[in-house]
């Protein structure tokens, strides 16, 4: 296999902001009266913002223009950063940091490929900012999860081969887009749903045995 870098998605992989995520969707569409439940949330994971906005839509009763959906959207992301200023490295799960730091230490490059706009904010937050070496966002790409148009633009910034790279997702569009991008990938939390998955781990700290045993190979 022969890998030189990890690509960490984030939200879902590093930390847990659904139930954020959640309910500053579930208060926007109150507020626009459009039904939002647990399922149609379940749709948005791993995908961009407009993205979500254009699921959540599907239950309008009124079209809104490109220019609503934006502020729209906007709003959501208002509410989720209101809640985000309580997150803190203690919300990180167990095995986190000892694990990025194993990896550092075996001179694998570390970086995340999230579709999130919020992605260095919330990464301060958990003070991690410094443990990666690149960070892609969706604050640089013009295609969400399933392109794998983050996860490629993380591996030039790391100056890695794709085919070198394992990325580590939670969600199936995630998946895809790792896949489609050549890459190696590690499925977590419901992702491991998901047949295409070279790995499935349950935690973190299981992406050490599968790197101790990194060997020669390639896709």
């Not at 998605?9 to 902001?17: A, I, K, P």
């Not at 998946?175 to 790995?199: P, S």
Request: hydrophobic share 40%; charged share 25%; aromatic share 6%.
């Amino acid at each position: 296999m022969n890998i030189e870098a990890v690509i960490f998605d984030l939200d879902g992989v590093l930390v847990h902001t659904d139930q954020h995520h959640y309910l500053a969707w579930k208060r926007m569409c109150d507020e626009e009266c459009i039904p939002f439940d647990e399922t149609i949330n379940n749709r948005l994971r791993g995908i961009s913002r407009m993205a979500c906005v254009n699921i959540i839509l599907e239950k309008a009763t009124r079209m809104y223009s490109p220019q609503e959906k934006m502020r729209l959207a906007e709003r959501k992301n208002g509410y989720y950063k209101e809640m985000l200023q309580s997150l803190s490295a203690e919300d990180l799960p167990s095995g986190v940091v000892e694990t990025l730091d194993r990896l550092r230490a075996k001179q694998i490059k570390l970086a995340i490929g999230s579709s999130s706009k919020n992605a260095p904010y919330i990464l301060e937050r958990l003070g991690l900012s410094h443990k990666f070496d690149a960070v892609a966002d969706g604050n640089e790409i013009r295609s969400s999860k399933p392109d794998p148009e983050v996860f490629l633009l993380a591996a030039v910034e790391l100056d890695v081969r794709p085919y070198r790279c394992l990325v580590v997702e939670d969600a199936a569009a995630g998946v895809e887009a790792a896949i489609r991008g050549g890459m190696w990938v590690a499925a977590i939390g419901e992702a491991c749903l998901c047949d295409m998955a070279d790995y499935h781990i349950g935690q973190i700290k299981e992406l050490l045995p599968i790197l101790q045993a990194n060997g020669d190979g390639g896709k």
